[in-house]
Nanobody, 127 residues
Framework: QVQLVESGGGSVQTGGSLRLSCAAS????????MGWFRQAPGKEREGVAG???????YYADSVKGRFTISRDNAKNTVYLQMNSLKPEDSAMYYC?????????????????????WGQGTQVTVSS
């Protein structure tokens, strides 16, 4: 049974940093396409970062240069390092996984293409 569990969320001030983790069980992350998404109240879920099976990374324009997605195959865990956080980064953050994903580079941010989702971890950035 596949399970993704996020952790690392919390409350920080503007300019602070957090590192989110997404640990998988029953699933080998390195063989799958991974994404981080976020959803703020009243807003649609949006893709934040993605990583292909080859290790190619993709980012939303709003987080480029501040967020970094990475993967530790030995720990079967994907991370999202978030630096220079802004109040507009406040949201519930989710990790997602897909075993097959044609044209990943073009469509990585489409949430409907991911098969598995974690329960989310809350990030709150205060000004």
């Amino acid at each position: 049974q596949v399970q993704l569990v996020e952790s690392g969320g919390g409350s920080v001030q503007t300019g602070g940093s957090l590192r989110l983790s997404c640990a998988a069980s029953g699933y080998t992350l390195s063989r799958n396409y991974m994404g981080w998404f976020r959803q703020a109240p009243g807003k649609e879920r949006e893709g934040v970062a993605g990583m292909s099976t080859a290790g190619n990374t993709y980012y939303a324009d709003s987080v480029k240069g501040r967020f970094t997605i990475s993967r530790d195959n030995a720990k079967n865990t994907v991370y999202l390092q978030m630096n220079s956080l802004k109040p507009e980064d406040s949201a519930m953050y989710y990790c997602a996984a897909a075993s097959q994903f044609p044209w990943y580079g073009a469509y990585w941010s489409q949430s409907s293409r991911y098969n598995y989702w974690g329960q989310g971890t809350q990030v709150t950035v205060s000004s």
